[in-house]
């Protein structure tokens, strides 16, 4: 079909951040993923959550070919805000403009 694309991405990996990704294969791959389940998601508040999100999509977003989506499956131990304020953001920020 003539599709490229690397999934699942996790930020926290060598050679997986969002910046060297698009910086070495931008335009010409897709991704899925960047959201990572071991970070703010997890772990930190409903705001840390959402300028993760926002940051990973302003990056990601410049060659186009994201698609938004967490590393991995969400824990079930994942606070319910963070969830939210995770679609939230893609919902906020997730359009190229």
Same mark, same amino acid.
């Given at each position: 079909m003539g599709v490229n694309a690397v999934d699942t991405l996790q930020p926290e990996a060598t050679n997986m951040s969002p910046e060297y990704l698009t910086e070495k294969f931008g335009g010409r791959l897709s991704f899925r993923g960047c959201i990572s389940t071991a970070g703010p998601l997890a772990y930190g508040t409903a705001d840390e959550t959402r300028e993760?999100?926002?940051?990973?999509?302003? =990056?990601? *977003?410049?060659?186009?070919?994201?698609?938004?989506?967490?590393?991995?499956?969400?824990?079930?131990?994942?606070?319910?805000?963070?969830? =939210?304020? *995770?679609?939230?953001?893609?919902?906020d920020f997730g359009i190229y403009k």
């Open positions: 993760c999100c926002r940051k990973t999509l302003e =990056i990601m *977003m410049k060659k186009r070919g994201y698609h938004f989506a967490p590393t991995h499956q969400i824990q079930d131990n994942t606070p319910v805000r963070n969830v =939210i304020a *995770m679609y939230q953001a893609v919902h």
